[in-house]
């Protein structure tokens, strides 16, 4: 284990190399690792030249085994803590997650002295939920020893059965208030603190995909100049919800979201600007923030950020830099298996739905008020009026024309009113760029900054109009999109 900075957002982590050769789990791109308050939250997965990375939220504390065997568990602080490590279990045993090596060396204190369990299906070989279960009774009796009372077969009981038969014999814990556990715990922290155990002083940079973490229940306050359109993001009561209003599956499609009434909020921008960022809650998987546009009785997408992993239900911000007009609707694109956190039952809330990508073509609402989604989506968005989008690296004119080629690996003519165009995909020494010709003159540059060099061009098409649509493969196997649109001067990515 190593503690290190993944660059992308400047975050520490707990890093854990599992070397190829090491007997143990052979691990792809991902992992079954829950999401709850209880389990450490992992950042990100993948291969490195002598194995496989695991990356993982860094807590600063010690192990469950470290202050057991330093003495420093009481008979209140262990069951406390073994009740966190219950309700963590339980809620992985109902998303038919398996744990395979529940242990005191697996479970970290936090500085809250919140027990957390880590290392989801990393010990290789096959478990069962009854293994689990049984490795979380013996992690009771380590504990507690012969003041551990009879329990009952622990294949066939929870473990939040298994924490409450240990409680028993301890009715004067039930007396106690949570300050009192809280202090109690915060100060069996500061024992402990510093005795995570990682496995080297090295202090290692990583450039790590994902984001998110323990992200806190409260919005950061809007930046100064910026308007929030859309949900406050209280706290409180939270349902993460697919397209259709249910619990995410397998069987959860795409869609866009917006939020077309909600009381007391504005909606819509009042003049032309730009979003500067766009947050979420309780919100889970890949979304991406959209810009949409009423013409007549439809609505088209003038504008989307690249897509987000959301990693958890917690608060989330994103930055964005996309262009506004007075009037125009922001919206959410959920990913199939994707999450938004809704309010429910908020009066006079209204919502609209769009099933699959709304991108190049117009299109009417689908579902909208009264089709069983009246909720409070828990999107909000900071715009600036009166500014542009400042796309990095983007050129025009004169410094257009002096760029470097590159090397073409697509290209497509555009047919307008006034001439043609010509739109080439190049590879440059630092990335993807998208070009707009004029003749030979290169009049516009956009670069793509989230194709990777090492990815290749899957699609380039210019359907439906001055649309080209560009579609690429990272090495890491993800397929990302970006549609563009052409006009006599100007070229603008619209997501």
Known sequence: MYEATQVSLDRRVALKLLPADEEGPSLGSSLEWPEHPHVVSLYAVGPWEGGHFVAMRLVR???????????????????DLLTDVASALDAAHSEGVVH?????????????????????????????????????????????????????????????????????????LRRRSADELRVRRRRLWAVGAGVLGLAGVLTIVVALVGGGGNEPETAPPVAAGAVALGSELKPGAVDSVDCGGQPPSGGSQACTLVQARLPGRRLVPQKSGAVRSWAVRGARGQLALQVIRRVGNRYVATARTSYEQIPNEGVHVLPADLAVRAGDRVAVALTPGAAIGVRRRVTGAQTARWLGQLMLTSRSIELGAGTGFDHEILLRVDYVPGVRPRLAGELRGRAAARAPAGRELGARTVELRNGVRRVVVVKLANGIAVDLFAGDRRIARIPARDLSRE?????????????????????????????????????????
């Open 100 to 172: 395979g090596a529940v242990a005191a060396r697996n479970v970290l204190v936090d500085h809250d002295g919140r027990a957390l369990l880590s290392d989801f299906g990393l010990a290789g070989g096959a478990s069962t939920i009854g293994a689990d279960r049984r490795a979380f009774a013996s992690l009771m009796s380590e504990l507690l020893g012969e003041r551990l009372p009879a329990l009952p077969d622990p294949a066939s009981s929870s473990a939040r059965e298994l924490a409450r038969v240990a409680r028993a014999p301890f009715p004067e």
């Open 61 to 79: 504390g010690s192990s469950l085994a470290s202050l057991a065997a330093a003495g420093e568990l009481d008979p209140a602080t262990s069951l």
């Open 455 to 495: 990815g290749h061009l899957l699609t380039f098409t210019a359907t439906g109009g001055p649309f080209p649509l560009l579609r690429w493969r990272n090495p890491d196997g993800r397929a990302l999109s970006h549609a563009y649109t052409v006009s006599e001067n100007s070229l603008v990515m619209r997501g």
